[in-house]
Each structure stands twice: as C-alpha cells, then as structure tokens.
C-alpha cells in the first residue's frame, strides 16, 4: 500500500508532493524531508498512458528475490502459476 502513496497525493491534488518532500514540504506546523517511494501512477490508473512509470519489479520468493525479463509483472505470475494462461 505505502507505493499507492505517489499516485493517491497526485489524485488528491499534491503531483509533485515526492518531489517536494525531498527537499522539504511544510505540512501544518511541521517541515518534513524524506524520500517517499513510489511512482505516480495516475495517468496510467486512468489510461492516459498504455504505460506504467514504474519500470522495475521485484518478485520475493521463498528462495530469493525474483524479477520479470523485461518489467512484466505477467511473466513473473506465470512463472509462479504455469497453468495460468492469458
């Protein structure tokens, strides 16, 4: 949930809130500088684009870490789940 939290600040009228919060963004009485992970996804939850920001994903498995040949999360599924077809 906490890589929804780029996507749901731009939603809710904050698009360059992970940007701002490197730098230092007043909130109230407080000043707050972290970095805040995850991509605005936005543009692609509402199919402005056919293409996701994020361009990397991990996969955990019992025997490791795991990722997806070329950034689809559908391979990494299948290759979990076999009999799961398209």
Partial sequence: M????????AAAGLPNLKQDLLTG???GD???????????????WTGKTEKSARR???LLRRDGPDG???GRLEDAYRR??????R
């Fill in 2 to 9: 906490r890589t929804f939290y780029v996507t749901l600040a």
């Fill in 25 to 27: 963004y007043k909130m």
């Fill in 30 to 44: 407080m000043t707050y500088k972290v970095h805040l992970d995850g991509y605005n996804q936005l543009d692609y």
């Fill in 56 to 58: 990397e994903f991990f």
């Fill in 68 to 70: 997806p040949p070329g």
């Fill in 80 to 85: 979990e789940a076999p009999w799961r077809s």
